[in-house]
């Protein structure tokens, strides 16, 4: 039976939090889906004005306030769309009032789509802490189904040597070091839970991709590699598929375009 209430969290900074706000607004499209965003952030690092649209960091290109990184202006105003007039939690991950009122907000709440965690040079690391809360709070409601975003290059992700993976390979054990680690230990406590999961690894979430509605996975070695690049939306689309409608049980997958 499919999922009828989704729990979508989403750090308010970095391009894998964007993943999370497209989750929100296709699962606002969603017939007979009640959604409940949860904005994440470490306000001691990260400020306290982030979770709410008007608050979102200005994007690199377009230089104005916007609801994610991207280049199309279509998606930036479908996504701002879906945005306008909703009910978003805020939290503090490092709150102490943080764990209870996750549980308050699982609820009812048949899957969780988690896309808390960031790869990029200079930011706070706090997505391990977000997912023993969430593990935490999901087990004292009964939540079983969680769908959590992750990277390529954490674990085994299956893919065949390249020079991209080698690449990445050794920004994961220098410039980025800590966000390597900080996944690492976030798969490890999930994978760890009773929680019925599916890890998902992306290949670079780039703004420039356009969503296509198609994507290609890899789940296990000597299937193949795959594209460098795959949008968020896409991305997006098959975390909250498996959140509604599980085909994938205690796994990690990479995913990509499917070119």
Known sequence: MAARTVAILYGTK???GDVGKFAVMQALKTPGLTVR???????AEEGEDNGVLVDFDKCPKTKHRCPADVDDADARAK?????????????????DSTQSKLEKT???VDA???CTGNRQPGMAR??????????????AKGVKRVVVLSSMGIGDDYLPISFIKCLWWCMLQTMVRSAKNDLIAMESAIMASDCDFLIVRPMGIDPSE???????????????????????????????????????HKKAVTIGKDS
Do not use: H, Y
């Open 14 to 16: 970095g391009g894998m």
């Open 106 to 108: 699982f609820e009812g």
């Open 112 to 114: 969780i789509v988690m």
């Open 210 to 248: 356009k969503a296509t509605g198609k994507w290609k996975l890899v789940q296990n070695r000597g299937e193949g590699g795959l594209p460098i690049t795959v949008s968020k939306e896409d991305v997006a689309a098959f975390m909250l598929s498996e959140a509604l409608t599980p085909s994938i």
């Open 126 to 139: 706090w997505c391990t802490l977000a997912a023993e809360k969430v593990i935490a709070a999901s087990n």
């Open 37 to 43: 965003p949860v904005a994440l952030s470490m306000e």
């Open 79 to 95: 996504l701002k769309a879906s945005f306008d007039g909703i009910e978003i939690q805020k939290m503090d991950i490092a709150a």
